[in-house]
């Protein structure tokens, strides 16, 4: 029987599969992550990438290299929020003595800030996945442009994930969290992966499975960290203060820590795609 291997893990998978087994890349077109091409002398960079990261086993697997990669390019972060958070965050220090009597204003500033977050999601992964695959930063205009490409599915796709999130709170708390857990992956999975938002949905409970104490756990203690960084920003740049100035480059400040999460979500993908590869070739 023909078989076919996968340019991402080196998975032998059968010729009729439309993608990998083990990690999901179609086998029949171009690399989720289309920028990524296999080197001159038949290395591929993704799965350099994936190797780059341990394996999924505790939560320390994931919390060190989230908080190291977010240390080692935290310039990088930040450029990549100031351009798209500076003039929201402007506008709406401008605007704060309006909020308070336009309900429709402030509803617009809701959405924008949901859209900020998505917006700059693609970018960030983008760019850090550039750095892990050629230790090199790509420019901001360069991965703004890339992560456009892909914010339709990940507009459909968060949007969906939060109604799901959403219903089982109001259902209980607990299946909220359950839920939420088993849609951890979605936004690298949307960003990285070419599947449709029910595939993507599906892949993000799959990798999860057998795995929401850990990622649980480790979610905590990143929640712990930038709760405690954001508590001192806000000692050191009182939030509602004075000068609005100063309340823009504290929000500023709060929008680049908030990326831990993107930047936890990444790795935790890249380490569950590491043990999985692992357990296929094991097999």
Known sequence: MTNIQCIRCNTINLVADEACRVCGVELKGQLPYSETQPSADGRDPTAETIASIPPFKRGGDVLGPTLNLFVKNIWLITKIVFVVVAPFEIFKAMSL???QTDWQ??????????FCGVLIAPALVYALMRVLETGEAPGIAESYRWGVSKLGKLIVCAAFAWCLEMLGTLLFIIPGIVIA??????????????RSVS????????????????????GL???????????????????NGPVWQLNVLHDILSDILEQGSTVFAL???????RRTL???RAQ
């Open 278 to 280: 692992e357990r296929g």
């Open 221 to 239: 203690l990143m929640f712990l960290i930038v709760g405690v960084l954001t508590i001192g920003i806000s000692f050191v740049l009182p939030e």
């Open 97 to 99: 003595t309006r909020l």
């Open 267 to 273: 790795v935790l993908y890249l380490s569950i795609l």
């Open 181 to 194: 857990l088993s849609l951890v992956l979605v936004y690298p999975i949307a960003i990285l992966e070419n």
């Open 199 to 218: 595939e993507t949905i599906r892949r993000s409970r799959e990798l999860t499975r057998g795995r929401r104490l850990r990622i649980l756990g480790a």
């Open 105 to 114: 204003l402030a509803v617009g500033l809701f959405f924008l800030q949901l």
